[in-house]
């Protein structure tokens, strides 16, 4: 039994999000673990790095699994490449220490947003993307979203209102990339709550809309209270770029 | 009556090409009609500076039409692209000469072939993208594209095997783009015939696989027989990238 670890890309428009829960079928987790399980000839978990929503996207969502195989790596990468839809891809297959798990031993987590600036249409990135339609004073987000730097409580960015577990995160850097009319704010932290992402950036959207300020941000985090934060940004606009693991791997 | 010049952008992966012909309804040509038409109160005729196969897209079609319209030009624009669905876009409006026709006053045109030269499925490209799954000698291809460079009849690289009309086309230049992963071959030309850049790359990409050699390449020109040319390309490949008129637009 080796445990091998993955890193998957994957559009995630026509599925349930990464992680299969009650009802729902069509989840990333449950592609791979079909097919994983049919290479294997008996049931394989997958485990990824966390949740993605549903119709968020992954550049590089991290995930192991343990199996037997008798062939190459290579070999196994390829054969899972060929049975996948092509809005999910392998991109990278290696084995790894036993003790290796893409959650538990995950350090720290990239996750970006893109906006779209422009007044045409985003015809080819329209998929990837939320055009709010409205002009942004993205100088005012880019001051707001230092507020949220640091080690906070953002139970007031969190979906999950009953949640008994600690909504303490800490978020490294929050960075502003312009590719020419596409806003990209790239959000590394040591992990995110349920829906934190989209609901830091309906909140900066508000605050470049105007409808907010730079000085009720504060507030906003000590409110720790749903309700006090901006919209939840759609997720089609949401990528996981990368999920990051210590020395050794984060053993 | 305005004669006005407008630049679309389109994704053309749900629609049967540019123009209606015959029974085909869903073409991009006929979504704009429609919206123009509603707009005026009257039928209006869009005229293309040329089709776009089914399949195929366009980062800046150039398109004219006649019509009476009270409003600015910019409140136009808006009108016409909150019609239109998310894969079409008029990315530019303006007025412009009675005699401009965007497709007799056309210079020549540039159009783009996106080839995948990874390893791995191009999940956000899949769309855009020509993925052949095979090594390509790059480098032989980029000699054999010369051989296409200048005044030729090509007749070998047209779809249209019954047509009585001309088959002598000018390409000024061929050039190899490397984009990571992605080969772009942009070529401009003065005009090129019915699926004349999708064969010229499938003979391209035959000569990169190993299948033809660069001395075929005159043979084939000289042959005038379709057959003699490699595979017609996908269509998804394919982008009309720009369209280019002379001082004063070509008249």
Not at 181 to 193: D, S
Not at 203 to 208: A, D, P, S, Y
Request: net charge positive; proline share 2%.
């Amino acid at each position: 039994m080796k445990n091998y670890k993955m890193i998957l890309r994957y559009d995630g428009g026509r599925y349930d999000g990464w992680q299969k829960q009650g009802n729902t079928e069509n989840t990333i987790q449950q592609r791979l673990e079909e097919i994983i399980s049919c290479l294997a000839g008996c049931k394989i978990e997958v485990f990824g790095s966390g949740r993605t929503d549903a119709g968020t996207h992954a550049w590089a969502q991290t995930a192991n699994f343990h199996m037997c195989w008798t062939g190459s790596v290579d070999e196994l990468k390829l054969a899972i490449n060929e049975q996948l839809p092509e809005d999910i891809a392998v991109v990278s297959l290696e084995e790894t220490s036993d003790r290796f798990h893409s959650r538990l031993s995950a350090k720290a987590k990239t996750y970006e947003y893109t906006i779209w600036l422009g007044n045409e249409p985003p015809v080819f990135w329209r998929r990837y993307i939320f055009w709010c339609k409205k002009d942004l004073d993205t100088q005012k987000m880019e001051v707001a979203a230092r507020v949220f730097v640091g080690r906070h409580d953002f139970k007031s960015f969190c979906a999950n209102k009953r949640t008994k577990k600690s909504t303490v995160r800490e978020i490294y850097d929050i960075s502003f990339r312009y590719e020419g009319r596409r806003l990209v704010i790239a959000y590394h932290g040591n992990g995110f709550l349920y829906q934190m992402v989209r609901i830091l950036t309906g909140t900066l959207i508000e605050v470049g809309e105007g409808k907010k300020e730079i000085r009720d941000m504060e507030a906003i985090i000590l409110a720790k209270d749903r309700e006090a934060a901006g919209f939840t940004a759609p997720a089609k606009g949401l990528m996981l770029k990368e999920v990051f693991y210590g020395e050794g791997q984060g053993l």
